[in-house]
Each structure stands twice: as structure tokens, then as C-alpha cells.
């Protein structure tokens, strides 16, 4: 009688162990690119957002744009100096070296925020080339 619930309790845990494994590895198909740390900067022409991107796929992927409907228009800059100058420039993509933190910070990598609509819904849609569109909302 012990014995048998013994290995009852034994076949159970089995059970749990493959449920918490198919659960894992659901969340980690999911999280394909992860976006961490999203703030944005308000400034006199057109709003600035920073924030931590890292492509956890096992292949490289390229980020390529980012939408939302608070902003008319958003695009994806880098700064660089030229003859001591700090310069903007905008970028068509961003690499995404597999397992690799890309970071967009000040008078770095950025998104530049133009043209703030009346929409206060704060989501932000990253577009990719090869991974699903991720989101993320700011409240
Ligand atoms: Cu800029």
C-alpha cells in the first residue's frame, strides 16, 4: 500500500516536471526579443526613448522599425561626433547580434519621437525582420 502510493507520487512528479518544461520553453518562443527599460525623454522638438534590446533567437535579427499611436512618427537614430560636432543620424536598421545587449541611451542609439498625437495609448510596436512584432506599453 505505501509502495504504491510512493510510486503514484513518483508518476505525478514526472507529470509536473514535463508540464513545467513545455511551459518554459512556450515562454522562451514567446520572448523571442526582449525590450527592457523603456523610458522616454521629453524635449523641445520632438521626444527621445532609451531603452535595452536583446535577441534571444539563434539567429541574428535586425530591428527595423518602432510605431505608436501617441506619435505621428518615430525613428530610429544614432548620434556620432564629426569635426567636434555631436551629429544625428537615421538609421534604416539596427543589427542584432544573437544573445547580445544592445543599448539606446543618450548620445547614443535612440528613438526619436515626432509629431505627439491626442492618442495617449503609450504602446510601442517593434518591428523586426525576421522575429514577431513585439510590444510594449508605458503607462
Ligand atoms: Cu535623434
Known amino acids: 500500500m505505501k509502495q504504491k502510493t510512493m510510486r503514484q507520487s513518483k508518476g505525478i512528479s514526472m507529470v509536473m516536471f514535463f508540464i513545467a518544461t513545455i511551459y ?3 515562454a522562451t518562443a514567446q520572448a523571442a526579443v526582449t525590450i527592457h527599460k523603456l523610458e522616454i525623454r521629453h524635449g523641445h522638438k520632438a521626444d527621445a526613448a532609451y531603452f535595452e534590446i536583446t535577441n534571444m533567437n539563434d539567429k541574428t535579427d535586425a530591428l527595423l522599425s518602432v510605431e505608436s499611436p501617441a506619435y505621428g512618427n518615430v525613428e530610429i ?3 556620432s561626433m564629426a569635426n567636434n560636432v555631436m551629429r544625428m543620424r ?7 547580434p544573437i544573445n547580445e545587449k544592445v543599448i539606446f541611451k543618450r548620445m547614443g542609439l535612440h528613438l526619436m519621437l515626432f509629431d505627439p498625437t491626442d492618442n495617449k495609448d503609450m504602446t510601442f510596436t517593434f518591428r523586426f525582420e525576421h522575429t514577431e512584432p513585439v510590444n510594449v506599453q508605458l503607462k
Not at 537615421?90 to 542584432?96: C, D, H
Open 77 to 79: 537614430h544614432t548620434m
Open 24 to 26: 518554459i520553453l512556450g
Open 90 to 96: 537615421r538609421l534604416e536598421r539596427v543589427e542584432l
